[in-house]
């Protein structure tokens, strides 16, 4: 068994970035994740470091322990779903934001996919569906119903592995499903009993 995390190594993971996995820390504190493999440096500039599975893990345990916090570090990076009453932010910062965690959300899928692919979700995504699908959508482009603008919305549902995409129009419904689908997702469209409404259901693709 190694030696479990220092206490200032277990801060450094609990706030990593909980869509991709992203740590921001010193040289020191992020070459010591390194060299126990809970972390590594990606090979293309900036050159930023990432949680590993085994990092992922501890992170899993540090947040189940009831005397930790259940709210996730201020400033990490979260998708827009949807549904806000205030506007979403869509400046270049957000956009470098945005483009940075799909990124690091492909290198998660390389890292641990049992075949290294990227080109479908990854075990972080199945249990994080509302976030990776936001994710999917935001960084393809798409803007989120935000500050009474329309958009899409994307709802968990009762169905496991299941979100629902909600979308103002037909030709919106449509442009989401085939970014969905590209990024990895199985997509179906279906009809609101009740409003008659068009949305989405998607769910991780796994082969």
């Known amino acids: 068994m190694s030696r479990p995390p220092t206490a200032a190594q277990r801060l450094v993971i609990d706030a990593a970035d909980p869509v991709t996995g992203r ?3 010193t040289e020191a504190q992020l070459d010591a994740l390194v060299k126990r493999g809970l972390a590594f440096r990606h090979p293309r500039p900036p050159h930023d470091h990432f949680l590993t ?5 501890v992170r899993e345990t540090v947040e189940e322990e009831p005397e930790r916090p259940a709210e996730p570090a201020s400033g990490v990076f979260a998708a827009h779903v949807g549904g806000t009453e205030e506007a979403a932010d869509s400046g270049p910062a957000r956009a470098r934001e945005v483009h940075s965690a799909w990124q690091g959300l492909l290198e998660l899928r390389r890292m641990t996919n049992p075949d290294g692919a990227t080109d479908r979700p990854c075990g972080w995504e199945r249990a994080h569906l509302v976030q990776a699908t936001a994710l999917a959508l935001e960084a393809a482009g798409h803007a989120p119903e935000a500050g009474g603008a329309p958009g899409y919305r994307v709802r968990a549902t009762p169905q496991p592995e299941a979100v629902a995409v909600h979308a103002p129009d ?3 419904l449509r442009a989401c499903a ?3 689908e590209r990024a990895g997702w199985q997509v179906g469209e279906y009809t ?3 409003t008659r409404a068009r949305y989405l259901l998607a769910s991780p693709r796994r082969v």
Not at 53 to 57: E, S
């Open 192 to 194: 609101e009993p009740r």
């Open 23 to 25: 740590l921001r820390g």
């Open 170 to 172: 037909g030709g919106t």
């Open 53 to 57: 599975p085994a990092g992922h893990r």
């Open 178 to 180: 085939i970014t969905l």
